[in-house]
């Protein structure tokens, strides 16, 4: 936008070394600078020192960022295919086609006279066909049956399928627990809130508003932590960092987006509150009506919003290549130094095998089922060790009165 005005202004501006916000405002005030070409909000407070430029940015908040919670326990993977809803109604179904089934082949037995089927035999032909196992074939071939049967198998085939397809997705990718989103969820969650040194005007009216959650988030905020700083520490300590929402786009896209498009952090969707954003100027500078007609062009025109989508576009972009060379670059020394990778293993760095994490449900399922038989078979051995037992002292005792 700078070099918009430079081009229609017919003018060439000469940037002044800083090294704080209130040195900005400083030379500004003191008028040893013209004007401060960076996003500054405007708050009544600083009116008193400073003018503003027309406002180019009307929807812009100050938002913030926090770390992605850690993804729940694979184990749990095997159940997240199907919801709560759909996992009751199967078991109902289950319940209700095992009675039914049960009730139509006594039904036939009756009428029939046919051979009298056990119950538990019915339940596992029932039951093992969502797990796709055959039928065993020992079954009464009544027309009645065969009905129900297949009307069960054709349930029993969609389920399976839905069942099974889902699950290869829920294996690999990561499922996370709910993650703050608004402030009043934040201020539950956290004890600690960083924020640049700017934020000062902003952490007052906080603490000032008739709001719970404002004033709780207020009194939380601690200022003098830059965007880096600030990102490091939501990393390690999971401490939320808060800024312009424009600049955490940026950043995390920037250098916190891997190659394959995720990142650790995420902005989270509710801000604080909608924050004007315009140039700092010194009072009554009569250049003041050239900058604001030249601004209001770029809004009207739509370029304004257009560069920003662009710049977070690019960002993107560029912050998945880097990350994307940068394992390349690991890939190719790795390659140097043991000789055991094939030439194409820069190409296929981002594909990851499964370990044993992802199968974790699995193998605690085995391991479950096995305890389980090994006790069913020790507590089916005691007890025919103890009727054995027990018959033979009936025998036993039965002799001894004989003689």
Request: glycine share 6%; charged share 25%.
């Given at each position: 936008?700078?070099?918009?005005?430079?081009?229609?202004?017919?003018?060439?501006?000469?940037?002044?070394?800083?090294?704080?916000?209130?040195?900005?405002?400083?030379?500004?005030?003191e008028?040893?600078?013209?004007?401060?070409?960076?996003?500054?909000?405007?708050?009544?407070?600083?009116?008193?020192?400073?003018?503003?430029?027309?406002?180019?940015?009307?929807?812009?908040?100050?938002?913030?960022?926090?770390?992605?919670?850690?993804?729940?326990?694979?184990?749990?993977?095997?159940?997240?295919?199907?919801?709560?809803?759909?996992?009751?109604?199967?078991?109902g179904?289950?319940?209700?086609?095992?009675?039914?089934?049960?009730?139509?082949?006594?039904?036939?037995?009756?009428?029939?006279?046919?051979?009298?089927?056990?119950?538990?035999?019915?339940?596992?032909?029932?039951?093992?066909?969502?797990?796709?196992?055959?039928?065993?074939?020992?079954?009464?071939?009544?027309?009645?049956?065969?009905?129900?049967?297949?009307?069960?198998l054709?349930?029993?085939?969609?389920?399976?399928?839905?069942y099974?397809?889902?699950?290869?997705?829920?294996?690999?990718?990561?499922?996370?627990?709910?993650?703050?989103?608004?402030?009043?969820?934040?201020?539950k969650?956290?004890?600690?809130?960083?924020?640049?040194?700017?934020?000062?005007?902003?952490?007052?009216i906080?603490?000032?508003?008739?709001?719970?959650?404002?004033?709780?988030?207020?009194?939380?905020?601690?200022?003098?932590?830059?965007?880096?700083?600030?990102?490091?520490?939501?990393?390690?300590?999971?401490?939320?960092?808060?800024?312009?929402?424009?600049?955490?786009?940026?950043?995390?896209?920037?250098?916190?987006?891997?190659?394959?498009?995720?990142?650790?952090?995420?902005?989270?969707?509710?801000?604080?509150m909608?924050?004007?954003?315009?140039?700092?100027?010194?009072?009554?500078?009569?250049?003041k009506?050239?900058?604001?007609?030249?601004?209001?062009?770029?809004?009207?025109?739509?370029?304004?919003?257009?560069?920003?989508?662009?710049?977070?576009?690019?960002?993107?972009?560029?912050?998945?290549?880097?990350?994307?060379?940068?394992?390349?670059?690991?890939?190719?020394?790795?390659?140097?130094?043991?000789?055991?990778?094939?030439?194409?293993?820069?190409?296929?760095?981002?594909?990851?095998?499964?370990?044993?994490?992802?199968?974790?449900?699995?193998?605690?399922?085995?391991?479950?089922?096995?305890?389980?038989?090994?006790?069913?078979?020790?507590?089916?051995?005691?007890?025919?060790?103890?009727?054995?037992?027990?018959?033979?002292?009936?025998?036993?005792?039965?002799?001894?009165?004989?003689?």
């Amino acid at each position: 936008m700078l070099d918009a005005m430079e081009s229609t202004l017919n003018f060439t501006g000469r940037p002044l070394e800083v090294t704080t916000w209130d040195e900005v405002v400083q030379k500004v005030t003191e008028r040893k600078a013209w004007f401060s070409p960076i996003i500054h909000a405007v708050y009544h407070s600083r009116l008193k020192r400073f003018d503003y430029t027309r406002t180019y940015e009307h929807d812009i908040n100050v938002g913030f960022v926090m770390a992605k919670p850690v993804p729940e326990p694979k184990w749990q993977s095997l159940y997240y295919p199907l919801t709560n809803e759909v996992w009751l109604c199967i078991l109902g179904s289950s319940v209700i086609a095992c009675i039914g089934l049960i009730g139509v082949i006594r039904g036939s037995e009756k009428l029939q006279d046919l051979k009298k089927h056990s119950s538990e035999l019915v339940i596992l032909d029932l039951l093992g066909t969502l797990l796709g196992q055959a039928l065993s074939n020992r079954l009464p071939e009544t027309p009645s049956t065969r009905v129900l049967l297949l009307i069960w198998l054709v349930f029993a085939f969609i389920v399976g399928s839905v069942y099974r397809g889902n699950l290869m997705a829920f294996l690999i990718a990561p499922k996370y627990p709910p993650r703050p989103e608004t402030l009043e969820e934040l201020t539950k969650v956290v004890q600690r809130v960083t924020m640049p040194s700017f934020g000062n005007p902003l952490r007052e009216i906080l603490r000032n508003s008739e709001t719970e959650s404002m004033r709780t988030l207020g009194n939380m905020m601690e200022l003098g932590y830059e965007i880096e700083e600030g990102l490091r520490i939501t990393l390690e300590k999971k401490y939320p960092h808060f800024g312009s929402l424009r600049f955490l786009q940026y950043d995390v896209a920037y250098r916190y987006t891997e190659a394959d498009g995720t990142s650790p952090l995420y902005v989270g969707r509710e801000t604080i509150m909608p924050i004007y954003n315009a140039w700092p100027i010194p009072h009554d500078a009569p250049y003041k009506n050239d900058l604001d007609f030249v601004i209001l062009a770029l809004i009207e025109g739509g370029i304004y919003d257009k560069w920003m989508e662009d710049w977070l576009e690019e960002a993107k972009r560029v912050g998945r290549q880097s990350r994307r060379r940068q394992k390349l670059e690991a890939g190719a020394r790795l390659e140097s130094w043991t000789g055991d990778f094939p030439t194409e293993a820069a190409n296929t760095m981002e594909l990851r095998a499964l370990n044993i994490v992802h199968f974790q449900g699995p193998l605690m399922l085995l391991a479950l089922g096995m305890v389980l038989g090994g006790v069913a078979f020790f507590v089916e051995s005691f007890s025919i060790w103890y009727s054995s037992a027990k018959d033979l002292r009936v025998r036993l005792r039965g002799q001894d009165m004989e003689k």
